[in-house]
């Protein structure tokens, strides 16, 4: 299995003011008859923007009550959210809603910068329930204000439908596509996604920085690698998580995706900065009991320029 450390180190500075920079959440916003929930009401002045942000996507695997009261489990997933600007992270599994604003709390335990989120509903056709969740550093990221949403899936092609939420830094203002395939159904989810990109370019100008990301099951018998047919293998995207990365823990499949429009490969995105982040290796975690409590997937993530002469 490929798995080369990625050595990222954060810088946490920690200062007496703190308590200035409260982050607010419970607030309800309905967004075309969805609901999310966007835990930003003010927050922090900006500050210089980088040159670069580091976007991931992370299946954290069951993320509900029994996960979250793991205290060592919980210190990695801060750890490994604080090594990016932006994270989708999946799989969030509680009735409760509870998970997600206890998480983001832990992020900010460690100081700044400081952390925001915003989350869809609880999404799936069976009991078994999963929202995702945009958590994003607020020095470098702004949300969008009414930017966020689910999808609306009248032709019930998804399990989950895909959560889409828009934003800035810099210079750089991106769309996120937030995806968690059904396994059985990952093809034909995976071809509609052209769709739902067609559809939201419609809706908002003919948006051409569109990231489509997460646990696309796209690998083994759930997604043939190879089907050129399938319209998201289109000459006009790029899929910058290449078929020879391996994203799961277990295995060696490549589940896990981040699809660019072309004009955001050729622009924004800093060439070959896509990788599977190896948490196990880069934090020197050796016990597999462990490693398999955390999660079984690997984050995956890309680096682009927020400098640049924006292009749309």
């Not at 489990?73 to 994270?87: G, M, N, P, S, T």
């Not at 889409?164 to 059904?182: E, M």
């Amino acid at each position: 299995m490929k798995k080369n450390a990625i050595l990222i180190t954060t810088v946490l500075v920690v200062g007496s003011l703190l308590g200035l920079f409260v982050l607010k959440y419970g607030t309800l916003y309905e967004l075309d008859g969805n609901f999310s929930e966007n835990s930003i009401n003010g927050g922090p002045p900006h500050v210089e923007v980088p040159q670069k942000i580091r976007l991931a996507a992370f299946n954290i695997q069951i993320f509900g009550k029994t996960k979250r009261e793991k205290k060592e489990v919980v210190d990695v997933l801060v750890r490994v959210i604080r090594e990016f600007d932006i994270v989708l992270v999946q799989e969030i599994r509680d009735s409760s809603e509870e998970t997600a604003p206890f998480f983001l709390d832990k992020i900010n335990e460690m100081g700044t910068p400081l952390y925001g989120f915003v989350r869809s509903i609880r999404l799936g056709r069976s009991t078994s329930k999963e929202a995702y969740a945009y958590f994003f550093n607020t020095e470098t990221i702004e949300l969008i204000d009414g930017s966020d949403y689910v999808y609306n899936d009248v032709d019930d092609v998804f399990e989950r439908e895909p959560y889409i939420a828009s934003f800035r830094s810099g210079n750089f203002d991106f769309t996120l596509v937030g995806i968690h395939t059904k396994p059985d159904d990952a093809s034909s989810e995976i071809e509609y996604l052209v769709g739902v990109i067609a559809s939201l370019q419609a809706d908002r100008y003919n948006e051409y920085d569109i990231v489509v990301m997460g646990d696309l099951n796209a690998d083994g018998r759930y997604f043939d690698e190879g089907d050129a047919s399938n319209h998201l293998r289109a000459q006009d995207y790029t899929w910058v998580i290449y078929d020879d990365m391996d994203t799961m823990i277990k295995t060696d499949y490549t589940y896990d995706r981040i699809i660019l429009l072309n004009s955001t490969y050729y622009h924004e995105y800093i060439m070959d900065s896509a990788d599977v982040f190896y948490f196990d290796s880069v934090y020197n975690i050796t016990d597999n009991e462990f490693l398999w409590d955390i999660s079984d997937h690997y984050p995956v993530f890309a680096e682009f320029n927020t400098g640049l002469i924006d292009d749309d």
